[in-house]
């Protein structure tokens, strides 16, 4: 069970700070990669990851939300970011692509948004480290979880039980306090929360609490 708070909803003019406040709490931290193609938003690249691989005692679980990940993605993993997610609606050679980040020593993995089904992916299981589940549409902070996706969530379980292979299964978006423990139920083990821990009083204290309640 991993908590891979996002820094989408920290400030970004202390992004360094921002990441030691969850450092003795969480297991990853989620940075979110956007590029105003694959979705509508842009937050930032390469250049401000690497400067905060720097300064984060906690690896970087990063989400690559853009246009063209197999040009990209290696290069995330030879920087030295611990895990790589790229989308399978976005790439387009994605297992030459997960085998380069892999081969770069990063974890890798594949992420689904919302109305994508699992079950095509099937097959590249044994490629991947780490399922994304989108629990929102991609792009932004803040939104309201998508319970329609949790049905997924199961089957995705069922699918890596079935093969029994050591992929982690995550969810991303709208996970909270609230929405934790149905997470959980349905079989994730990795949760990312942005506005849930960046949004709280004392972020350390809310990693704590989302963590006590996956267990739950
Ligand atoms: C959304 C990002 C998420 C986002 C989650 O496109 O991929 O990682 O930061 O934020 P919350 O937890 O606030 O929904
Ligand atoms: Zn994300």
């Keep these: 069970m991993k908590i891979s708070p996002s820094i989408l909803s920290a400030d970004f003019a202390r992004l360094a700070e921002e990441v030691a406040l969850i450092s003795e709490t969480a297991d990853w931290v989620h940075v979110d990669v956007m590029d105003n193609h694959f979705v509508p938003n842009l937050t930032l690249g390469l250049p401000v990851v690497e400067a905060l691989l720097k300064h984060s005692a906690l690896p970087l679980d990063c989400h690559l ?5 197999d ?3 290696p290069q995330y993993a030879e920087a030295g970011a611990g895990s ?9 050679a994605p ?4 085998r380069a980040i892999r081969a770069a020593g990063a974890r890798a993995g594949l992420g689904i948004n919302p109305a994508t089904p699992v079950e095509p992916y099937e097959d590249l299981l044994g490629e991947i480290d780490m399922l994304l589940l989108m629990t929102v549409e991609p792009g932004f902070g803040g939104q309201k979880f998508l319970d329609v996706v949790l049905p997924k969530v199961r089957r995705a379980r069922q699918l890596i039980k079935g093969r029994d292979l050591p992929v982690w299964l995550q969810v991303d978006g709208g996970v909270s306090a609230e929405t934790i423990e149905r997470c959980a ?3 994730a083990d990795v949760f990312v929360a942005g506005n849930a821990v960046y949004g709280a009083d004392d972020p350390a204290e809310a990693v704590r609490n989302l963590r006590a309640q996956a267990e739950e």
């Design 71 to 73: 040009r990209w993605a």
């Design 95 to 98: 297992i030459r692509t997960l």
């Design 185 to 187: 139920e349905a079989g």
């Design 65 to 69: 939300m853009i246009e063209d990940p």
């Design 84 to 92: 790589v997610t790229i989308h399978a609606e976005a790439a387009k």
